[in-house]
């Protein structure tokens, strides 16, 4: 299993190199996780939520890019395009 880290702690491994590059996971048929890749693997937390939820993919877009990152994959293995979008 992944270990989850905070939004403070994932922008210290991008300084660091640790983590190199972020894939947006589909995990439940609609929302969006942010999996974080380099030396090792992490998914994005919140304060409330484990793994950080995202409704839209542009959302986890804007936050990948806050993070000081420029590389990014969308994982669409488990989306599943008739299930209803969420809004934030």
């Known amino acids: ?15 660091s190199n640790t983590v190199t590059k972020a894939i947006i996971q ?6 969006w996780a942010i999996v974080l ?4 693997e992490f998914v994005l937390r919140s304060a ?4 950080k939820a995202f409704a839209k993919v ?3 877009l804007v936050e990948i890019q806050g ?3 420029r ?3 969308v994982d669409f293995v488990k989306w599943q395009r008739e ?3 969420l809004t934030e």
């Open 83 to 85: 299930q209803p979008t």
């Open 58 to 60: 542009e959302t986890a």
């Open 67 to 69: 993070l000081g990152l």
């Open 71 to 73: 590389h990014a994959e």
């Open 48 to 51: 409330r939520q484990n793994p």
């Open 26 to 31: 589909c995990f439940d048929g609609r929302r």
């Open 1 to 15: 299993m992944m270990e989850s880290v905070s939004i403070e702690t994932a922008k210290a491994l991008v300084r």
């Open 37 to 40: 890749r380099g030396r090792d």
